[in-house]
């Protein structure tokens, strides 16, 4: 099983840009996809973006198309999410995911990940 950290939360005002990254222990990181989730309170976890093994496959959430980017560092097991731009509707725990390839399920539900980081808090003041 693939360990998930997430680093690079925080808290920044409506406009500006924060960095997440996610490192993944394992010397199989470059066989998975892996996205971002994230979880405002009282709502459900909804899907963000993922970037295919190879790198060369990136898909996004219509809300946050044009101010985030996904992508990975097979060098360093780590995928990162560039969100520029920030909302204060993007406030929210954001969750890295690993998918193993072993569900058939679509690629923005929870059941096609089966590793999850603990979450990195993202707060967006106006």
């Known amino acids: 099983q693939v360990q998930l950290v997430e680093s690079g939360g925080g808290l920044v005002q409506a406009g500006g840009s924060l960095k997440l990254s996610c490192a993944a222990s394992g010397p199989t990181f470059d066989n998975y996809a892996m996205a971002w989730f994230r979880q405002a309170p009282g709502k459900e976890r909804e899907f963000v973006a993922r970037?295919?093994?190879?790198?060369?496959?990136?898909y996004y959430a219509d809300s946050v198309k044009g101010r985030f980017t996904i992508s990975r560092a097979s060098a360093k097991n780590t995928v990162t999410l560039q969100m520029n731009g920030l909302k204060p509707e993007d406030t929210a725990l954001y969750y890295c995911?690993?998918?193993?390839?072993?569900?058939?399920?679509?690629?923005?539900?929870?059941?096609?990940?089966?590793?999850w980081g603990q979450g990195t808090q993202v707060t967006v003041s106006s």
């Open positions: 970037i295919s093994s190879a790198g060369r496959n990136t």
């Open positions: 995911a690993l998918d193993y390839g072993r569900s058939t399920g679509t690629y923005f539900t929870l059941a096609k990940y089966g590793s």
